[in-house]
C-alpha cells in the first residue's frame, strides 16, 4: 500500500456498516498494550494480537488497517484513562497535578512503552507524524493553554517562554525515561515541575 494511501488511513473513521462488538474492539486494544508493555514493536505482529484477544486477523483489519495504527489506539485507549487534565483549580495547581500524572504514568510497565513508541518513530516516519498528531500535540496544546492562563491570572510572568516552560518541565522526564542512568519518581517530578514554576517566578522579580 503506498505510503499516502496508508497515512490517510491510520486514525481515520471505520468505514460505514456494521457496528464492531465494542466487547472485541476493547479486548483486541488491551491485547495490543499488554504485547506493548513486553516486547519491542518490531516484534509485535497483528496475528498474535488477533489470537490472544480472540478474534481473526479479518476483525482487526476491519478495523485498523496495519499494527502500527493498532498500537497507537490501544496506547492512546491508555492514557487516556490514566492522564486526565484536571478540571477545576487554578492555572498551575492543574498544571501540576497533569505533570503528576504524567510522570506516574512514565514509571513501570507504562514507561517502557512509551519509550518504545518513541524509540520507534525515530526510523518511522508515519508512525512519527500520528504520534505527534494524536499524542504529543493535544497534550501540548492542553499545556500551552494551562501556561497561557497562568501568566494571565498573574501567576506566572508576562514573558514567560510558554514552550520552553514545558520543555523545561516534560525534558528531564524524558531524559531519565529513555537512559534509565537516574530514578524517576514522583519526587523527581515534583522537585523538577516546582524548580521550573521557581525559576519563571523568579525572573519577574528580579
Known amino acids: 500500500m503506498p505510503l499516502e494511501d496508508l497515512e490517510l488511513k491510520i ?3 471505520r468505514p460505514a456498516g456494521r457496528p464492531r462488538s465494542e466487547a472485541s474492539r476493547l479486548s ?3 491485547t495490543a498494550y499488554s504485547f506493548l508493555k513486553r516486547k519491542p514493536i518490531a516484534d509485535i505482529s ?11 486477523t479479518a476483525t482487526v483489519y476491519r478495523w485498523w488497517p496495519t499494527k502500527e495504527a493498532l498500537l497507537l489506539d490501544a496506547f492512546l485507549y491508555k492514557t487516556d484513562h490514566e ?10 495547581e492543574r498544571l501540576r497535578d497533569y505533570v503528576l500524572q ?9 514507561g517502557i512503552v512509551v519509550a518504545r513508541l518513541i524509540t520507534a518513530i525515530q526510523d518511522n516516519s508515519l508512525l512519527r507524524k500520528e504520534f505527534v498528531r494524536r499524542v504529543y500535540s493535544p497534550r501540548d496544546r492542553e499545556g500551552r493553554a494551562l501556561v497561557r492562563q497562568a501568566i494571565e491570572e498573574r501567576q506566572l510572568p508576562a514573558g514567560t517562554d510558554v514552550g520552553l516552560l514545558l520543555d523545561a518541565v516534560v525534558g528531564p522526564l524524558l531524559s531519565r525515561l529513555l537512559l ?3 530514578k524517576l ?7 523538577v515541575y ?11 522579580a528580579s
Not at 519518581?185 to 522537585?191: I, N
Open 28 to 30: 483486541i486494544l488491551e
Open 102 to 110: 504524567i510522570g506516574r504514568f512514565f514509571t513501570g510497565k507504562n
Open 185 to 191: 519518581d514522583e519526587d523527581f517530578v515534583r522537585a
Open 180 to 182: 534509565r542512568h537516574e
Open 194 to 204: 516546582d524548580h521550573v514554576i521557581a525559576s519563571a517566578a523568579g525572573r519577574a
Open 83 to 92: 492522564i486526565v487534565l484536571p478540571g477545576e483549580g487554578r492555572p498551575l
Open 11 to 13: 486514525g481515520s473513521k
Open 46 to 56: 497483528t496475528v498474535h494480537i488477533a489470537r490472544k484477544a480472540g478474534v481473526s
